[in-house]
């Protein structure tokens, strides 16, 4: 330990994220701890300022100075920061004895495998460490413990997820957490456990979101986790977004007497799903089971585009291919979803793009050796060698550097990148993608023009908010495997004008189209009732209208 003890502690990054502002410390502390007698964790507890909340909060419920130290407990790893809060507590009038100072998976460490019924109360915000930062002895620790509790911890895992399980094994019977969280935990894959061995250790989870970003000076979206071993009201979950900070202590109020927690789902589902109302949530249940719909991925395989290594030296605009001598020499190329206005990647768009002068060609030289390249394809890769082009860390490990594998075009594309809605494209040509937008290849390829179509509907686009994940940006982002999850409204018998949908989606008439389509596929063949059609509707907007409008600014003060 004493390599990290005298690592640079002033490094925000080493030691993984920032203090808690004074109005999120003050709430959490408020929140988690109820009575004089409440015993409290910090475990990671930085400068202490969330423990002097929880201190003050003691003090205001009437505990006694001398007993506070015996029942606040503070631990964190680096010596200088727990110096700072030693100082703090003394100016409380709090002995030292309640900041230990070291790692937290080894505080305690002959009770982790009890039941670890200690505090009353855990307060925190974790370090955000990813597996190669998170040093290795005390990951070897954390990794233990997380095991202990049933769960498979990864190299995907962060920091934040041990603090948070070890901290959760810490609570008494009647216990509450209370932490900040990135919001990462309601949606990513590596936190899929976590999620739901939080259903089951709690018995009620509060989570709360702003939309604005809370922490000064970084652009890590975080949320609130309150979660009670013993639910005060009711079981279940709720999600709640608020402005900023300045809208806690109202919300505070409203908390205390809150009821109607939605039921969880105890699967490793996203949390994104509890921004909806029960009844909402309810119809996105019952659709995913619906007899007649189908996974996207039975329908074909998706795949990332391109991977070239370099794109400006592989993807070019329609001078430069002429310029350099390399026509014939190129593929079409998509890189950029406003590159497809359309439903289909016609012939015209592919010109309309080459006279626009976007980056709409990919290099595709043949994977043989330089002397049998023409003159103008020498010396283009030449330049390229010249630029380091070849001693990138993709390029130099393939033979020769500068032909790119897997070209090939797709059936369709499909937007990994989301703004407004999910959609996908047909490609009846020869043309291909780079890794921002994915390639999808059918198994009845057949069927293309009819899936292209019965993508855009508003059960399936509600089902891409769910599924796929946003960032501070506002931008939805699909993986390839939760695109292929995605429930699909596809009937071969379905009547969809299909270039009537082309021309309306080109108008960006989005509404129009939504219109026809969730009329033929939800009500006609999935048998929704309008109500519901239009339930899936709202679902979509409110998803998509909520994540739009999260602003990459910093709180009100
Ligand atoms: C995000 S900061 C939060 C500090 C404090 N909890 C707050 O909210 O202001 C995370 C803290 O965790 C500490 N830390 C990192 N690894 C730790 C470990 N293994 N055990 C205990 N503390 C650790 C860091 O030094 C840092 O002070």
Redesign the pocket.
């Given at each position: 330990m004493t390599d990290v003890l005298t690592a640079d502690?002033n490094n925000q990054k080493l030691?993984?994220?920032?203090?808690?502002p004074l109005s999120i410390?003050q709430f959490l502390a408020r929140w988690a701890i109820r009575t004089a007698d409440d015993t409290v964790l910090?475990?990671?507890?930085?400068?202490g300022?969330?423990l002097e909340e929880a201190v003050r909060r003691l003090t205001a419920l009437g505990t006694p100075p001398e007993s506070i130290g015996h029942q606040a407990q503070g631990?964190?790893?680096?010596d200088s920061?727990a110096r700072l809060a030693c100082t703090r507590m003394q100016r409380l009038g709090i002995p030292d004895g309640c900041i230990a100072t070291?790692?937290?998976?080894s505080f305690n460490e002959s009770e982790w495998g009890l039941v670890s019924q200690r505090f009353d109360a855990v307060v925190?915000?974790?370090?955000?460490?990813r597996y190669h930062a998170f040093?290795e002895d005390?990951r070897t620790r954390a990794f233990r413990i997380m095991q202990t509790a049933g769960l498979r911890p990864s190299k995907l895992t962060n920091?934040w997820v041990a603090f948070l399980v070890a901290a959760a094994l810490c609570l008494t019977e009647r216990g509450r957490l209370a932490m900040?969280i990135p919001a990462e935990l309601l949606q990513v894959k590596y936190a899929e456990q976590t999620r739901a061995f939080l259903a089951r250790h709690f018995g009620a989870i509060t989570i709360i979101t702003f939309r604005r970003l809370v922490f000064d000076g970084i652009q890590q979206e975080v949320v609130l986790l309150l979660a009670e071993k013993q639910p005060a009201v009711e079981s279940g979950i709720d999600v709640v977004e608020l402005e900023d900070t300045l809208d806690l202590a109202d919300y505070e109020v409203r908390l205390r007497a809150r009821r109607h927690l939605k039921s969880i789902d105890h699967a490793e589902e996203k949390w994104t799903q509890y921004y909806l109302d029960e009844n909402e949530i309810d119809l996105l249940r019952a659709a995913k089971s619906h007899p007649r719909v189908t996974r996207f991925g039975e329908l074909g395989c998706v795949d990332v585009g391109v991977v070239t290594g370099r794109n400006n030296f592989f993807v070019l605009p329609e001078q430069q291919v002429r310029a350099k001598g390399l026509i014939g020499h190129t593929l079409p190329l998509v890189g950029r979803t406003a590159q497809l206005p359309g439903l289909v990647y016609t012939d015209e768009d592919w010109q309309a793009n080459r006279e626009a002068g976007v980056l709409c060609h990919l290099l595709n030289l043949p994977p043989t050796s330089f002397d049998l390249l023409p003159a103008s394809l020498q010396e283009y890769v030449q330049a390229g060698e010249l630029a380091d082009v070849h001693q990138g860390f993709k390029c130099s490990h393939r033979k020769p550097w500068y032909a790119v594998p897997t070209v090939w075009s797709p059936d369709a594309f499909l937007f990994r990148q989301i703004h407004e809605y999910p959609k996908l494209v047909q490609n009846p040509g020869q043309a291909t993608s780079t890794d921002t937008i994915h390639r999808v290849r059918f198994h009845q390829s057949h069927q293309t023009p009819q899936i292209v179509g019965a993508f855009l509907n508003s059960l399936t686009f509600a089902f891409a908010e769910v599924m796929g994940r946003s960032y501070g940006g506002g931008v939805l982002e699909l993986e390839p495997n939760e695109a292929e999850q995605i429930p699909i409204p596809f009937f071969e018998q379905a009547h969809l004008p299909f270039d009537e949908l082309d021309t309306l989606e080109r108008a960006r008439r989005v509404d129009t189209l939504l219109d026809i389509n969730d009329a033929e596929l939800l009500g006609n063949h999935m048998g929704f009732d309008a109500s519901d059609v239009r339930l899936f509707r709202t679902i979509w907007r409110k998803l998509s209208g909520r994540r739009m409008g999260r602003k990459a600014k910093s709180s009100r003060k």
């Open positions: 502690p030691r993984g994220g920032y203090y808690t410390a910090e475990p990671s507890c930085g400068d300022m969330l631990v964190e790893l680096y920061e070291q790692d937290f998976f925190g915000n974790p370090p955000f460490l040093p005390q920091s900040v």
